[in-house]
C-alpha cells in the first residue's frame, strides 16, 4: 500500500484562502489566518497553489477587489525599514 502525505497545511475542515493583487501588482494567495500563503506572477498559479493547499476546494477561494498584502508574522520587509531610516546593513 501507498502512502501519500497530505498538503503541509491540511486540516479537517478546508481552508479559506483569499487570492487577489498586491500594491505592486503581484498576486498574492494567504489563507484566511495567515498559516500560509504566497506570491505569485500569475492568477492562474495562485489559484493552483490555493487549490493544493486547501484540499482541492474551489468553493473555499475568494477572489478579492481590493488590494491584499503577504503578511509574514509580522516581521517588518526590508522596504519598511529602509523607509524608516534604518541602514541597509541592519536590514537584513
Same mark, same amino acid.
Not at 3 to 16: G, K, R
Given at each position: 500500500m501507498?502512502? $501519500?502525505?497530505?498538503? %503541509?497545511?491540511?486540516?479537517?475542515? %478546508?481552508? =479559506? $484562502?483569499? =487570492?487577489?493583487?498586491?500594491?505592486?501588482?503581484k498576486w498574492v494567495a494567504r489563507q484566511q489566518d495567515g498559516l500560509f500563503g504566497g506570491l505569485f506572477i500569475s492568477r492562474k498559479e495562485a489559484v493552483k497553489y490555493a487549490l493544493f493547499e486547501n484540499g482541492h476546494h474551489p468553493e473555499t477561494i475568494v477572489e478579492l477587489s481590493r488590494e491584499i498584502e503577504l503578511d509574514?508574522?509580522?516581521? %517588518?520587509?526590508?522596504?519598511? $525599514?529602509?523607509?524608516?531610516?534604518m541602514p541597509a546593513s541592519r536590514a537584513a
Open positions: 501507498k502512502l $501519500v502525505e497530505p498538503p %503541509p497545511s491540511c486540516s479537517t475542515a %478546508p481552508a =479559506i $484562502v483569499f =487570492i487577489g493583487k498586491n500594491s505592486r501588482g509574514m508574522g509580522g516581521y %517588518p520587509s526590508p522596504d519598511h $525599514v529602509l523607509a524608516a531610516g
